[in-house]
């Protein structure tokens, strides 16, 4: 079952296998928001998690933290941190792993704050309760993580509505810091903020990273982002893994349709240039599926320009059809173009 | 904590100068206020006991008599000082209605709470026994709980037990102002962050779901204070307070059973009536202040400004 997907890589830090997630809906209604959703985090690695909006990414943060809404439910699958299946934790083992072990920065710092209580004593709030230290270390280390993200330790006290958006971003992670995680969970952080100071975040994010060794999963939409962060891309459409492997890979050689098709969506300075490729910017036609009412077979196919017949019947899985690419790292892609040895068919 | 301590009292400052502006308000506050003054002061106020019998020089009790110097408010049909059992009455009348406002207040802010946050088959059951609350009549059931409690002899005063039917009757209203509030509060983004850092329920209705609604059960205590006073001089009007230790309503009960009506004895059954106007009307001009000035969804947009946010512009350019 655990299975690596890295191989000659030691320990994993988080290895999440075959999870599946439902929404009930009113009217009885499910939408299988996540299926078959598999990947590693190493430690100190940064793994992108990228996808149209509603195609599962908050989702799979949510169901790994096991913090879904009342009517989300994990069906089936793993999620081993360090070895053990947090799956299988009891609510209260849970909420010791929270934070200590994995934080999450979510997507809008804004609401993500509460508006009537102090910035320090909002940072302070977890250490504290965790019991990983005592009143005065504990307001000691609030100020080392303010100046840390780059925010004056004269601002402990201020309320949210007294921070810009981009400080409030920092004070986000920041809080995130509080426990030093293994693993930072970053929903979008850099939603909401103008260009220059997403710039900063994401530098931001990179320097932590370096100095305190933590492993990131990055989740945005934001392809450019991904191309300079991270190590790992997972490729989501539809509540599933499309494409699943090392960056440059993925960005150079990739092998589902999707991943192709966004790739060309992306706008490219350079390919503008070549008059020979210079084409218009291409979109992907058709909308995402709606998850209660998926198509039958792989869920990209009534979009997918290489459908084959196959596709609408046969479900395509991730980790069966594989592709080694280079020895270090197995570049996966659900898709039937690909043969078990991972050779493209057409 | 000297921080705190400034800040604190910078706090106070505001809320008093944003207070002062609202003359209601004001008004309400000194309404209260003095109430509450007269009823702890009561012993200062006048040379007699409640029960006492105001005598002539011939030794027969003053019955009836109208107000003069020594007795500001006249007597009663027994001789006894109006003036006194007002201000000892605002003792009984006061306490009662304050305990019996605090208990329906804490009962309904928990049940609020509680079906609000945790939702699901908690807060069916928490909103159906409100709704059966709220739909029995509630002058019937509580003359009712109070007179089988008092048939069942267990020694237990009568106050105690007007508190307690009052307190434990009127919290439905409050239960689902708080409810709903609540129901708006845990949908909120920092509530799921709570729950990112591990903190459990108890921790996060303390840290992160009370602040909030703070505001509104100060506001609305006061307002329920008022009711719980007014149905305490009804109950008592109807005969179930404690005879030896009149509040107001128990007064205009003693004034109706003893004709002061027919015998024109105006100053036995006006006082005690005024009086419950004048608290009631106190809390209700105060709750209506403190829920406009506490509640951030009645209160003016920063952009809006007041003296202190526009910029000084001289007065020569006009």
């Known amino acids: 079952m655990n299975e690596t997907l890295r191989p000659n890589s030691g320990q994993v830090l988080l290895s999440v296998r075959h999870l599946a997630t439902e929404f009930h809906l009113a009217d009885k209604q499910v939408?299988?928001?996540?299926?078959?959703?598999?990947?590693?985090?190493?430690?100190?690695?940064?793994?992108?998690?990228?996808?149209?909006?509603?195609?599962?990414?908050?989702?799979?943060?949510?169901?790994?933290?096991?913090?879904?809404?009342?009517?989300?439910?994990?069906?089936?699958?793993n999620v081993f941190f360090k070895g053990n299946d947090l799956l299988a934790l009891s609510e209260r083992e849970m909420r010791d792993h929270r934070w200590k072990d994995m934080a999450i920065i979510f997507q809008g710092a804004m609401n993500a704050l509460n508006p009537v209580m102090r910035i320090g004593d909002q940072i302070r709030e977890a250490i504290l309760l965790h019991n990983l230290m005592d009143r005065d270390p504990a307001e000691h280390r609030v100020g080392e993580l303010l100046e840390l993200v780059g925010i004056p330790r004269s601002r402990r006290d201020q309320y949210p509505h007294q921070y810009s958006g981009g400080m409030r971003q920092r004070a986000m992670i920041a809080m995130a810091l509080a426990c030093s995680p293994d693993l930072l969970?970053?929903?979008?952080?850099?939603?909401?903020?103008?260009?220059?100071?997403?710039?900063?975040?994401?530098?931001?994010?990179?320097?932590?990273?370096?100095?305190?060794?933590?492993?990131?999963?990055?989740?945005?939409h934001d392809l450019g982002v991904v191309a300079e962060m991270c190590d790992d891309v997972v490729v989501m459409y539809g509540g599933k893994v499309a494409e699943y492997g090392p960056a440059e890979l993925v960005y150079n050689q990739p092998q589902h349709p999707y991943t192709q098709r966004l790739l060309e969506a992306f706008p490219d300075l350079n390919r503008s240039n070549d008059p020979s490729t210079g084409k218009d910017l291409a979109t992907i036609p058709g909308t995402p599926p709606r998850l209660n009412a998926l198509p039958p077979g792989c869920r990209f196919s009534p979009r997918c320009h290489k459908s084959m017949e196959v596709c609408t019947q046969v479900t395509p899985d991730l980790l069966t059809q594989n592709?080694?690419?280079?020895?270090?790292?197995?570049?996966?892609?659900?898709?039937?173009?690909?043969?078990?040895?991972?050779i493209q068919k057409s | 904590m000297n921080e705190h301590w400034t800040l604190f009292k910078r706090n106070l400052r505001d809320f008093w100068k944003a207070f002062h502006r609202n003359k209601l308000g004001l008004l309400g506050g000194f309404l209260v206020l003095t109430a509450i003054i007269?009823?702890?002061?009561?012993?200062?106020?006048?040379?007699?006991?409640?029960?006492?019998?105001?005598?002539?020089?011939?030794?027969?009790?003053?019955?009836?008599?109208?107000?003069?110097?020594?007795?500001?408010?006249?007597?009663?049909?027994?001789?006894?000082?109006i003036w006194t059992q007002l201000i000892y009455g605002a003792r009984i009348s006061l306490s009662v209605g304050f305990l019996a406002g605090f208990i329906a207040m804490f009962v309904g802010s928990l049940f609020g709470i509680l079906a609000g946050y945790f939702g699901g088959h908690l807060d069916n059951l928490l909103m159906r026994i409100t709704d059966i609350l709220l739909v029995i009549p509630d002058l019937p059931l509580m003359l009712v709980l109070v007179a089988t409690v008092r048939q069942l002899d267990l020694g237990i005063s009568p106050l105690v037990v007007l508190t307690a039917v009052i307190g434990l009757l009127y919290w439905t209203s409050?239960?689902?102002?708080?409810?709903?509030?609540?129901?708006?509060?845990?949908?909120?983004?920092?509530?799921?962050?709570?729950?990112?850092?591990?903190?459990?329920?108890?921790?996060?209705?303390?840290?992160?779901?009370?602040?909030?609604?703070?505001?509104?059960?100060?506001?609305?205590?006061?307002?329920?204070?008022?009711?719980?006073?007014?149905?305490?001089?009804?109950?008592?009007?109807?005969?179930l307070g404690d005879p030896t230790r009149p509040s107001w309503g128990a007064m205009l009960n003693f004034a109706f059973d003893r004709s002061a009506v027919t015998n024109g004895a105006w100053w036995f059954y006006l006082p005690p009536g005024l009086a419950i106007v004048w608290v009631s009307l106190g809390c209700v001009l105060l709750g209506n202040v403190l829920e406009e000035m506490l509640n951030p969804r009645l209160m003016a947009h920063h952009l809006e400004g007041g003296q202190s946010m526009i910029a000084v512009s001289g007065k020569g350019s006009e």
Do not use: W
Request: glycine share 8%; charged share 20%.
């Open chain 1, 31 to 77: 939408a299988r928001a996540l299926e078959d959703v598999s990947f590693d985090v190493l430690p100190g690695q940064t793994v992108g998690l990228v996808g149209e909006s509603g195609c599962g990414k908050t989702t799979t943060l949510m169901s790994v933290m096991r913090l879904l809404p009342s009517n989300g439910r994990i069906t089936s699958g």
């Open chain 1, 185 to 220: 969970f970053a929903d979008e952080p850099t939603t909401a903020l103008d260009v220059m100071i997403q710039a900063q975040i994401l530098e931001l994010l990179k320097e932590i990273q370096q100095k305190l060794g933590l492993a990131i999963v990055l989740v945005t």
């Open chain 1, 323 to 342: 592709t080694f690419v280079s020895s270090g790292a197995r570049h996966l892609a659900a898709c039937h173009l690909l043969d078990n040895e991972g």
């Open chain 2, 38 to 81: 007269v009823a702890v002061c009561a012993p200062l106020l006048t040379p007699y006991q409640p029960t006492e019998i105001i005598r002539d020089e011939n030794g027969r009790g003053l019955t009836f008599a109208p107000p003069s110097v020594h007795k500001p408010l006249g007597t009663d049909d027994a001789g006894r000082d």
């Open chain 2, 174 to 239: 409050t239960a689902r102002l708080i409810r709903s509030q609540v129901l708006t509060i845990k949908e909120r983004q920092f509530v799921d962050r709570a729950r990112a850092i591990g903190a459990g329920h108890f921790h996060i209705i303390r840290k992160h779901i009370l602040p909030q609604i703070m505001p509104l059960i100060v506001a609305n205590t006061v307002l329920v204070l008022s009711i719980a006073i007014l149905i305490e001089s009804g109950l008592a009007f109807l005969g």
